[in-house]
């Protein structure tokens, strides 16, 4: 691959604090690996944000090739890439192309340059991605992808495929809960951020419904009995880990350094008192 420098233009990276301009108009973007994982496990805080004014984003790395026990692949994935565009349209989010087939979601530098030069043109100011630790290595790696991609936004001599010019913009990076709420070790996950999606539970299943391949696929290979159900008990046991909320997605904000003030926290703040931030995790967070 032949990676072309950006068009000219003078650009400083800074992490030093959230611009007050990039607060007073939010845009968001969030990433993860296959059609559906959005709408599991984050699509009800991206329909608080749009509610909040926020400009919303998506997009599925992975274009859902696999998910299937009866379709050929191009059938699949076109079929799967009209369900994400639907459920995009539900939760009032941009919808963006998927890149790769599933399973081929890899830590590469010519995949980091194709994310990058997504998160280039949107230019969030907040990014919400997968689970660092997560059952599946696609979901592991989509989220490692969207950090390094939003890392080097700003890094005029890091090439992106497409060319796109680096962006002076400060983006806070938080990651989802995984699926099951446990990581690969069996170990439970709890959230440091909690975001009450109660009222938007009907938003976040119509948009997980758009996805009708895919209750057919995992009941067959993972043994949901009841694809839309699942996602409401888990929603239900983030709430009840809340302490406060019916039903919830839980969060984890990532470390600041490269991406933007060490305080800045834009989801809490513009989804106030939607938004429950853990004094206990927090307080772990300093635990030898």
Not at 61 to 90: L, V
Not at 190 to 208: C, Q, S
Not at 259 to 281: H, M, N, R, T, W
Request: charged fraction near 25%; include cysteine; aromatic fraction near 10%.
């Amino acid at each position: 691959m032949v990676y072309y420098p950006p068009r000219e233009r003078e650009t400083h990276f800074a992490a030093v604090q959230m611009k007050e301009s990039d607060m007073a108009d939010p845009v968001v973007f969030a990433i993860h690996s296959h059609p559906d994982d959005i709408e599991f496990m984050l699509g009800g805080t991206l329909a608080l944000l749009k509610q909040a004014g926020a400009e919303t984003h998506l997009m599925n790395i992975a274009n859902g090739s696999c998910g299937t026990q009866r379709d050929d692949p191009a059938s699949i994935i076109a079929r799967r890439t009209d369900e994400a565009r639907a459920a995009a349209e539900t939760l009032g989010a941009v919808f963006h192309p998927p890149l790769v087939d599933d399973l081929e979601v890899y830590y590469t530098s010519a995949l980091v340059r194709r994310v990058c030069a997504v998160v280039r043109e949107v230019q969030p100011t907040i990014l919400l991605t997968a689970s660092p630790q997560d059952y599946m290595e696609d979901h592991v790696n989509a989220g490692r992808l969207a950090v390094t991609a939003a890392f080097c936004r700003g890094m005029r001599n890091f090439f992106t495929e497409p060319p796109r010019d680096p962006i002076d913009k400060d983006v806070a990076v938080y990651h989802a809960l995984p699926w099951g709420l446990r990581d690969p070790l069996r170990r439970k996950v709890r959230a440091g951020l909690y975001v009450n999606v109660t009222d938007v539970m009907p938003a976040k299943r119509a948009a997980l419904a758009c996805h009708a391949s895919q209750k057919e696929w995992l009941d067959v290979s993972q043994g949901l009995d009841s694809y839309l159900t699942a996602m409401e008990d888990v929603a239900r046991e983030v709430g009840h880990q809340s302490g406060r909320f019916e039903y919830a997605e839980g969060w984890r904000r990532r470390l600041h350094y490269g991406f933007c003030a060490a305080d800045a926290d834009p989801l809490a703040e513009i989804l106030g008192d939607k938004a429950f931030v853990s004094e206990a995790y927090e307080t772990e967070l300093d635990w030898f």
